[in-house]
């Protein structure tokens, strides 16, 4: 295993990305008593039909919510606000996933020490965030483990998901494609991913894999409804080729 990577702040970015809202502290409620500043990162896309539960999941365990509002062309960003988060928009054309998390990341105020990040397509299950928050002690990374439940996943992501897992192995993160996880800020640093669509998670396994981390790996249920997937197989089969080769020893 390699030596630390150095630890620091979160940078800036470039100065002509977003700046978040006014008031946007990064601190919890005292829903499970004392703990750390934490906050809630939700990467949408019109996501209109499931970002308000969401939302409201989120808010009802304690947590503030910020959503980066990817270009929406439907009315994701209002009904994010009125359950409760601060949205962070980003303007059109479509960023990606990885990019918008980028942005956020960029801009994470200073006193979040703790980041979630869930998907708002309802996949995740608000509810199980205390089991994450539980487990953090010991963790830098805690990270959600759908193949306890792999039945209900579908096949074609299940399959992948366990190939793109195997070969991200020395991570210690067994289900490496999950993006539900709760992250150490002290940990993270002022990493930044370097992708555009749906490489975070394959960046952020890259990064635990050569720097010391203790990973938590956390079961959660494979949930999915009748969603169309926005995965493009080749461009990001190509992506994922990228980033291995980025992060190669």
């Known amino acids: 295993m390699s030596a ?14 977003p700046e978040f809202p006014e008031g946007l502290s990064g601190s919890p409620t005292d829903a499970f008593g004392a703990k750390a500043p934490a906050r809630v990162f939700i990467p949408a896309r019109n996501e ?7 939302v409201a999941g989120c808010r009802k365990a304690g947590f503030s ?3 980066i509002d990817d270009a929406s062309s439907d009315t994701s960003a209002l009904l994010a606000r009125q359950a409760g988060a601060e949205v962070l928009p980003l303007d059109g054309p479509h960023h990606g996933k990885t990019s918008a998390l980028r942005h956020a990341l960029s801009r994470l105020p200073e006193s979040t020490e703790w980041i979630f990040l869930l998907d708002g397509d309802g996949q ?16 830098d990374l805690v990270v959600g483990n759908r193949f306890s439940d792999a039945a209900h996943m579908p096949l074609l992501r299940r399959w992948t998901n366990r190939v793109m ?12 494609q999950c993006g539900f996880r709760l992250v150490r800020r002290a940990w993270l640093g002022s990493w930044l991913p370097a992708g555009h669509h749906f490489e975070f998670e394959s960046e952020m396994a890259l990064v635990a894999a050569a720097r010391p981390t203790r990973v938590v790996n956390l079961p959660i249920a494979a949930t999915y409804a009748l969603e169309k997937s926005r995965i493009v197989p080749l461009r990001d089969a190509l992506n994922f080729l990228r980033c291995l080769f980025r992060h190669r020893p």
């Open 4 to 17: 630390p990577s150095s630890i620091g702040s979160i940078s800036s970015g470039p100065s002509d990305l």
């Open 48 to 54: 209109a039909a499931s970002i308000g539960a969401v």
């Open 65 to 67: 919510v910020t959503v």
């Open 124 to 139: 995740h299950d608000p509810a199980d965030l205390e089991r994450f928050w539980d487990a953090r002690s010991d963790a």
């Open 165 to 176: 897992s195997a070969v991200l192995r020395r991570s210690g993160i067994l289900d490496s």
